[in-house]
């Protein structure tokens, strides 16, 4: 649930960025499945990865991480 849910947000920010899946996957150095999987919610990003998104996005690490319910 927890990776859905960090799949979702990163998938958000990276369209309304107008990233592609492909050029998103590029810069953060990872390949385009292991985007796609933690986009699709079956892979956990790591911390790292995390950090790397929301520098890429421009976005804070408070803005990408999910809400608590």
């Given at each position: 649930?927890?990776?859905?849910?960090w799949?979702r947000r990163?998938?958000?920010?990276?369209?309304l960025?107008?990233?592609?899946q492909?050029?998103?996957?590029?810069?953060l150095?990872?390949?385009?499945s292991?985007l796609?999987?933690i986009?699709?919610?079956?892979?956990?990003p790591?911390?790292?990865?995390?950090?790397?998104?929301?520098?890429?996005?421009g976005?804070?690490?408070k803005?990408?991480?999910?809400?608590?319910?």
């Amino acid at each position: 649930m927890e990776a859905e849910k960090w799949g979702r947000r990163i998938r958000a920010y990276r369209k309304l960025k107008g990233y592609t899946q492909e050029s998103f996957s590029r810069k953060l150095g990872v390949s385009v499945s292991i985007l796609g999987e933690i986009e699709r919610g079956n892979r956990m990003p790591s911390d790292e990865l995390i950090g790397l998104a929301a520098d890429s996005l421009g976005v804070s690490l408070k803005e990408l991480t999910p809400p608590e319910e």
